[in-house]
């Protein structure tokens, strides 16, 4: 049992005088990522930034959605019946909501959007 001892203490100090002279070369490696600030890593960043950026854009977010929508439209038949459907529970919520005293226009206009999209 005790030679199991000694050769595992040696295994660990090798290991470790091995780290010290990889550390210690100079050679670009996990040390000189950590010491350095990770110059890829803040790359990767700038980039990931940048392609971040167009979709911020609300064009962009509009063209998107409006591609989006219409993909959804192609797939599914029953979508002109749907959006009459939305149509009507949208007039319906608009007249209580003006019954209560509030103002109904924003749903008259999705109530007019999903007209226009049963068409």
């Known amino acids: ?20 002279i990889v550390i210690s070369d100079g050679t ?3 040390a000189q990522a950590f010491t350095d600030g990770a110059p890829g890593l803040a790359q990767a960043r700038e980039k990931a930034d940048e392609t971040a950026q167009p979709a911020n854009n609300e ?17 599914e038949p029953l ?30 206009e999705a109530a007019a959007y999903f007209e226009s999209q049963s068409e």
């Open 1 to 20: 049992m005790i030679p199991h001892i000694h050769s595992t203490k040696a295994i660990v100090t090798l290991l470790i005088a091995a780290l010290a």
């Open 59 to 75: 064009k962009n977010r509009k063209k998107i959605r409006k591609e989006i929508d219409e993909k959804l439209k192609a797939r």
């Open 79 to 108: 979508y002109p019946r749907q959006a009459e459907s939305l149509a009507k529970q949208y007039k319906e919520t608009a007249a209580i909501v003006a019954r209560q005293g509030s103002d109904p226009k924003p749903l008259l």
């Open 28 to 30: 670009p490696g996990l």
